[in-house]
């Protein structure tokens, strides 16, 4: 992709969030665009930030690392971890990452906790939730979210902002609002339960399904391919 390229589908994406925001009765800024970025060399990254993006999601560990390295010179970057994460990798990722989307295990999460370096703030995580209730799926259901909330909102390295979730896929904006809605009433219940935590946060959305997610309360969109073109395969 060619950095017109890159630059007619950031502004292709810029305008759909803005009107979907706009549609929604929402503020402009009330939700966040993440570029997922997994698979995308660190040249393409430098140019998404030239043209204003400052957040990156990525799912795999190691790949990240590199584009760390190769990208240290932008000093504002906010690296979000968006994938499956084992218990052996904790330790690089609450060393080197902002934000955790993907939080779905207690284990995962006291880790996290213990190796985050005193002298960082503390790691922003969203705890994942299998919201279309799909077997073999990442995520808790919403029968057991509250009880993985009360032991992160306890972590002392962890800051709880909110939910995140991958719905199931499916074909018109209608159908596709339902899992979204019940993720956002996920969160208000939450809210209700833990006030003491900064719980603000619905990451939810993605390429295919931006607008109804912003519909349904989104405050932060996480948009690899209508971005950055298709993937090939990792
Ligand atoms: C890859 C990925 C995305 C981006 O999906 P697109 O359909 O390419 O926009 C969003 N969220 C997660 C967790 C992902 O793994």
């Known amino acids: 992709m060619s950095q017109s390229e890159l630059c007619q589908s950031f502004l ?16 402009p800024d009330a939700a966040l665009l993440l570029a997922v970025s997994k698979t995308k060399p660190a040249s393409m990254l430098r140019e998404a930030y030239a043209l204003g ?5 990525e799912n795999y560990l190691q790949e990240a690392l590199d584009k760390q390295s190769a990208l240290a010179d932008l000093d504002d970057l906010v690296w979000h971890f968006i994938g499956p994460l084992q218990s052996n990798k904790t330790r690089p990722v609450a060393e080197h990452f902002h934000w955790v989307h993907s939080i779905e295990r207690e284990k995962i999460a006291r880790r996290l906790s213990d190796q985050r370096p005193d002298y960082l703030p503390p790691l922003q995580v969203c705890l994942q939730v299998n919201i279309s209730n799909e077997p073999s799926k990442s995520g808790v259901t919403l029968d057991e979210l509250e009880s993985l909330a009360a032991s992160v909102v306890e972590l002392p390295g962890l800051a709880l902002r909110g939910l995140m979730a991958i719905p199931a896929p499916s074909e018109n904006t209608l159908e596709q609002r339902k ?3 019940r993720l956002r009433a996920a969160l208000e219940a939450l809210r209700g339960r833990f006030p003491q ?13 931006l607008e109804a997610a912003v519909a349904e309360g989104a405050t932060l969109v996480r948009v690899g391919t209508a971005l950055f073109g298709r993937r090939d395969a990792p």
Do not use: N
């Open 12 to 27: 292709a994406v810029q305008a759909r969030l803005r009107q979907a925001l706009d549609e929604a009765r929402r503020a």
């Open 53 to 57: 993006q400052h957040h990156f999601g």
């Open 179 to 181: 899992p979204y809605a």
């Open 197 to 209: 935590a900064p719980l603000d946060t619905l990451s939810m959305g993605m390429s295919a399904d």
